[in-house]
């Protein structure tokens, strides 16, 4: 893959890369929708990501190329000018980036030639926007030798999403694709942005990842409407308990409380967030106990609190992780990521794995006329730069 993306940027700008990095996408094993109410999230880094090589130019150019993306051409920029354009499309995510880090204080002199390339399906809900945030945050920090920290950078990557794309997204991915390390997902807390590591069952295990091919819009409406749900049923608890996030309130706390909230709507999506939180903790307990049959049982009622009280999975997520959940050897699946489309994950013996797909694969398409496609997960490092550039 590196020297293929090497020689594809040399193919488009007539020139050789000076440098390449990589930045991964991520999958959520557990703790959806819980990162903007400050509560746990358990993600993973996968080996899957965004490839981007770099050259330096003389002048104050911005050009930057999607492999993915062919069709769009060569984006020239003005370091001058990088404002959103809906036009650019996926070019305004590096663009962001550009845009974030220089309202910051962090410009370049001179701008730069980019190619990106990505073996992670886009708009799929694994990350592909985060991915190429954080690709081009390390590569223009390396480059400059700002000597920024990975946790800042990744600040910076989720004000991308916040200020310039204008999706209220919470940490998460940013964090997961920064900080990510082989074999292992990440629990982090949102609240304090501590974290620690813990292994993934994948000797005993595969993680299918089972993408619906029904795209999301992770900018659509439905994620700021969940977001700013949460906001109302945060105010109405401040009534109560001096909280700063939903995920403050024990599972008990909020059993006395619910009946506070009038509106079933908000009630629901809050008693989803709590009690998310909490199973989060205790899949991890679970996974370092090698419990794995209570750790499955807890992302099966991760994906049904999804379903029933947050209400962000819809028929095509459904049936792919209630069918997983019915396949012998499967110990848990659930929706992954935001939700209205994406994908699901399945914990699934090594020997039944290949079996259960076809049968998912065969519901699936019958209930909804769609054909799922399947890749399976691998948790690996995080963003970085990869040698070979420069060296042809
Ligand atoms: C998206 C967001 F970007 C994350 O911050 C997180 O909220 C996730 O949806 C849901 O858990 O990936």
Redesign the pocket.
Known sequence: MNRAVLEEFEQQYSRQAERLFFAPGRI?VI??????NGGF?FPCAITNGTYAAAAGRNDRQLRLVSGNFLDKGVIALPLDDLSFQPEDDWANYPKGVFAVLAAEGYYPETGYDIYFSGNIPNGA?L?SS?SIELATAVLLNECEGWGLSMKTLVQYA?QV?NKYIG?Q?????QFAIGFGKDGHAMLLDCASLEYDYAPLPTKKYTILIMNTNKSRE?AGSA?NERRAECEEALAEMQQHRPITGLCELSVEEWNQLSHEINNETVRKRARHVIYEHDRTKQAVEMLKAENYEAFGRLLNESHRSLKEDYEVTGLELDTLAETAQQQPGVIGARMT???FGGCAIAFVEHDQAEEAEKIIAAVYEKETGRKASFYKAAAGGGARELAGAGQK
């Open positions: 959520n703790g959806e929708h819980t990162d903007y999230v809900g990350s985060a989720q999403e999706v997204t919470g940490i998460m991915d992770l994620y990521g935001a939700g």
